[in-house]
């Protein structure tokens, strides 16, 4: 018999369509009002209309949470089928969308609300997660269950080269936290380079003391850590790069590449160090996403053999 669990998602993952289609994600259109005017994320409003918007008015869009009643309209077309449903919201931390999810979850039965605690592509890798427990045969509960220690123990990562890794999966919740320090371990036993982006996210952690001894803890088994100057002062009590970057290399950690803003980059590494100055730009209109490319950027350039600088 088919596994009848079917994916779910705000459309504020933004998984392109290939992947939309590829893992068969139902994408519910997050409400965006632009101008006095509502739309369906995705449905009649693109991403092209907005940037013109901008371009010509300079007004931003807003966006309005999903509410109960849509999410119970939205699940029944499957439950009332004798299917169960898994459900990854925007973070909570973000919007009431989980808080909602949850309340019609509860109103139907076979609904899993999962709190991203993300977006964007923080909450597309969960969905993708989702999808292959999905295929893998595993009951709704399950596939919406945190990432486990045993999720890592049948990952082969012989074919990898490298691990990157950011602060947002350990912060989730303790079973994630353990299931991440022990991915780290088995890929340093594998004999992969480890990039870890701290991406600190002080809301999903206990305490900022927590966060600070957890998050330094996985940075010091890291082959490169790249943390923003402010970061480095929650982190380790200092905002200037050049002691952030000592600080953590006496930790163990071979190439510290420190986030500067607008004045670029720090890198210490190979027994030299140096600040690197960032491109000019014009105009910004969304920072999202820009450290994401920026760890591409450094991660994929030392894997190819080149130097910091």
Known sequence: MANKVILCADSTCDLGPELVERYHVNYYPFHVILEDKTYGDGVDLIPDQIYQVYEEKKVLPKTAAINTAEYVEFFKQWTDKGYEVVHVTLGSGLSATYNNCRLAAEELPGVYAVDSRNLSTGSGHLVIEAAERIAAGLPAKQVAAALSREDVERLDLSAFGCLHLTGILPALSPCALDAAEYLVDKARAAGLFISFDPNLRP?????????????????????????????????????????????????????????????????????????????????????????????????????????LR
């Not at 082959?223 to 970061?231: I, N």
């Not at 002062?233 to 952030?244: K, N, T, V």
């Not at 450290?291 to 053999?305: Q, T």
């Open 203 to 307: 809301q999903l952690w206990p305490s900022p003391a927590v966060m600070a001894e957890t998050v330094n803890r996985l940075a010091a088994r890291a082959d490169l850590f790249l943390p923003g100057a402010g970061e480095g002062e929650r982190l380790m009590g200092s905002a200037d790069p050049a002691a952030i970057a000592r600080h953590y290399q006496r930790l163990g950690v071979r190439y510290v590449v420190v986030k500067t803003g607008k004045t670029g980059a720090y890198a210490a590494g190979e027994g030299e160090a140096f600040q690197s100055p960032t491109y000019q730009e014009t105009a910004v209109v969304d920072t999202v996403g820009a450290g994401d490319g920026f760890a591409a950027g450094v991660l994929s350039a030392l894997r190819e053999g080149l130097s």
